[in-house]
């Protein structure tokens, strides 16, 4: 096992699927000579030559339309959004075109597309650099719709979605590059190196598209979360004095519901947890699942801890973030209501 | 399928990447004053020459010549000048400023100077501007404090913005300075739309937006060309080729296969290009722009040939992706040596008065900043109100929002 943070696993995931099936393109803004604003490319074009890795047109729109169209004429692409606050260009290609292009075909046509994309906040981006849009692919059918947590998951998770012959839109929590963060802007930052899931083979492996994750194990309340806030809510966790379940959904859609449902219906209590703004977020949706699922077994309203309704504020980062005072205190109510 | 080796996958790459010798030989650069200047009414269908040349004023013996010299007076020119030294130097001790952690992220102007202060003089103060984020000296030149623009790139107390906003994304609605997106391209259309409702209003205002040559591959692009060209609208659509998109050299964005300025044609307006390193040169193509437009002649598009001098931003490092004196090899100069060189061949100034500006301008931006910290930094000092983060969002706060506020404890 070799050490990675999670901009070296995700490159890992692009090596070996570009080694290993000569179908694998890799294409987007910067990503290149340059090997991407993130380095997530890096390497990869001297590697694997300049029509294998290459660099874009400036236009979100026209970089899914190709990939659509090369993958109707059998290759593999990979594609990288800059950041997801710049995917809205490429939305109607998106939701429009390859989340229905096996639909309406009647299965003769299909984009085996991945689209990689940074999201989340906590680098004093603004809020062109910070949103989490995934609710917005989530609500779309046809999409299949990722977000890691760790570099071991992403590598697993990215060599799926490339293999995968539907489109998956695959979001990167870019506050967790370079290792997991509980948070607390003030606490110095984390690297992988001493985490279990910076632990990453260096070869070939997957995680399977659609299967969550119980990354704490308890009996008194279960945390359904996904990308920074499953670091968060562990911190929260500790903190709490309450033996609080975790659940890393790793995939939002299609999501794993049987998992998060037998532990809130063991647990009986429920909070659900995402960066992203709160109206209409894919935190509604779970927790309307949950409803259907668990409803006879809740002891307590479930809770929900998300971004306020605004726009992502660059100075007031640190109060639009929910960190772990709010995930502390949506435990408090849940428990002691 | 039967194998084809003369169907092969083109993806352009510069010509020079980092270790190796800039090399520019392959530019055609016209002579200053070889290009002429046509009547402001023509026919588009008639200027594709234009498209493919370079308009140039200044020698490079320091002289103007030729017809589009506009014959500014010296006064003129001096404040050019000022205003693009001032840009400069403002630029260099923002971004040392971001160095030391007071703000998030700063993105200099340098070598681009000229397109910024010499369109803002060649445009009336009514005309409203939508710019990127590379166009600082628009403000400058129109006059915003530095107080003002500092405020709003520390994110203190005094910024205009409320801390929402990336630093260097300024809106000043006082000066007829648009709101700056950060995402790109999307102004370019809403220029036109702000043209289409002065010409609606039957007003003699007009617009003028920028972009760069790789914002030219969005589809915002051609929204703007279009609708411009279908309303007939009172616009003027710049797009700044500084040859580098971040790391993507103007390949990239089709610059190898025709001009920018070609493009202007193709939609059915005039494509002027012009050497955006000669202050002179931009500020005739934009008065020649505005003076068709506000005859009813309608769009203008303005390829400003230029060169990026710097980073693309404080978040990339060009020694990756190009040769470290490539901007030094660009043959078309700096715009303000080349203002300040003519100034002097005329007899209108001299290294003393300039080395005296530099000296002004220096202690007055420091000043400047100084006040400006004491208003608050990203990290230090007063902020806005962190309640304000809840209004705005929509015009009357809706009761959701107050209730979150609520919770927030503010």
Redo the contacts between chains.
């Keep these: 096992m070799a050490k990675m943070n999670m901009i070296q696993a995700i490159n890992s995931a692009h090596d070996v699927m570009l080694e290993k099936d000569s179908s694998v393109v890799v294409f987007g ?2 990503v ?3 090997g991407g ?1 993130f380095n997530a490319t890096e390497g990869l074009q001297e590697k694997h030559g ?2 294998r890795v ?6 979100e ?2 970089i899914i339309a190709l990939a659509i169209g090369m993958g109707v004429n059998d290759l593999r692409p990979v594609t990288e959004i800059q950041f997801s ?2 995917i ?2 490429a939305f109607d290609q998106i939701v429009s075109e390859a989340s229905r292009l096996r639909y309406r075909s009647g299965g003769e046509y299909w984009a085996p597309i991945t689209i990689r994309t940074p999201c989340g906040g906590g680098i ?6 910070s949103q989490s849009p995934e609710g917005i692919f989530t609500h779309v059918s046809g999409i299949k719709t990722i977000m890691a947590s760790n570099p071991y998951d992403a590598k697993g998770l990215l060599i799926s979605a490339i293999e995968d012959d539907d489109p998956v839109v695959f979001f990167e929590p870019k506050r967790l590059y370079n290792g997991p963060f509980y948070g607390d802007p003030k606490q110095p930052a984390q690297s992988w190196e001493n985490h279990v899931k910076g632990e990453v083979p260096e070869g070939y492996y997957t995680i399977p598209i659609g299967k969550a994750e119980t990354v704490r194990s308890g009996s008194d309340l279960t945390i359904v979360t996904y990308g920074t806030m499953v670091h968060v809510s562990l911190a929260a966790a500790e903190m709490s004095g309450y033996d609080v379940e975790v659940i890393d959904l790793r995939t939002l859609t299609p999501l794993d519901i049987d998992h998060i449902a037998s532990s809130v219906c063991r647990t009986g209590r429920c909070i659900v947890v995402h960066e992203a703004t ?2 209409g977020g894919f935190g509604a949706e779970i927790l309307s699942q949950i409803q259907e699922e668990c409803f006879w077994k809740l002891e307590a309203p479930i809770e929900r801890v998300a971004g ?4 992502y ?4 980062e640190w ?2 973030f929910p960190g772990q005072g709010r995930v502390l205190d949506a435990i408090k109510i849940v428990m002691e209501g | 399928m039967a194998p084809n080796d003369g169907n092969k996958l083109n993806v352009p790459a510069p010509r020079n990447r980092p270790g190796e010798t800039p090399e520019f030989d392959n530019l055609d650069i016209p002579n200053a004053g070889a290009v002429s200047r046509p009547d402001v009414m023509m026919d588009p269908k008639e200027m594709f020459g234009y498209a493919n040349s370079l308009i140039r004023v200044l020698k490079m013996n320091n002289k103007a010549v030729g017809e589009w010299d506009p014959k500014l007076c010296a006064d003129d020119m001096r404040k050019g000048l000022y205003d693009m030294m001032m840009t400069r130097i403002y630029d260099d001790r923002m971004q040392n400023m971001q160095r030391v952690g007071k703000m998030s992220f700063y993105m200099k102007s340098r070598g681009e100077e000229a397109v910024s202060v010499a369109q803002a003089m060649a445009l009336d103060d009514k005309d409203m501007l939508f710019p990127s984020y590379r166009q600082q000296g628009l403000l400058i030149s129109r006059g915003r404090d530095l107080l003002d623009m500092m405020n709003h790139c520390l994110s203190n107390s005094r910024d205009n913005c409320k801390g929402r906003q990336l630093p260097i994304m300024y809106s000043w609605r006082e000066g007829n300075f648009f709101s700056i997106s950060g995402n790109l391209g999307t102004q370019f259309c809403q220029a036109v739309g702000w043209a289409v409702a002065s010409a609606y209003k039957g007003e003699n205002a007009l617009s003028a937006t920028w972009i760069g040559e790789g914002t030219t591959a969005t589809s915002d692009f051609h929204h703007g060309m279009t609708f411009a060209a279908v309303y007939n609208a009172p616009v003027i659509l710049n797009v700044v080729n500084n040859q580098w998109a971040i790391s993507s050299f103007q390949g990239i964005a089709g610059g190898e296969k025709s001009t920018f300025a070609a493009r202007g044609v193709g939609y059915g307006m005039p494509g002027l290009r012009v050497d955006g390193n000669d202050f002179l040169a931009v500020y005739a193509v934009t008065k020649w722009a505005a003076e068709r437009a506000r005859n009813g002649g309608g769009p203008t598009m303005i390829e400003h040939y230029t060169y990026r001098a710097d980073a693309h931003s404080t978040s990339d490092d060009p020694s990756k992706y190009r040769p470290e004196d490539e901007p030094k090899s660009w043959p078309l100069g700096d715009p303000i040596e080349r203002l300040k060189q003519h100034l002097i061949e005329i007899g209108e100034w001299s290294e003393e008065k300039h080395s005296r500006a530099i000296e002004e301008i220096t202690a007055l931006v420091t000043r400047k900043y100084k006040e400006a910290e004491s208003y608050g930094t990203l990290n230090s000092g007063e902020r806005p109100e962190v309640s304000s983060m809840f209004e705005d969002v929509f015009k009357e706060q809706p009761e959701h929002l107050r209730r979150q506020r609520q919770k927030l404890g503010v």
Excluded at chain 1, 54 to 59: L, M, R, S, V, Y
Excluded at chain 1, 124 to 129: A, I, L, N, S, Y
């Design positions: 803004e910067d290149g000579y340059f604003v300049i029509q290459f660099d874009t047109p400036i236009a729109g026209g606050d710049y809205y260009p004093r981006g603004g809020q062109t650099h709160k109206t306020w309704d605004i726009p504020p660059h100075a007031f109060e639009y």
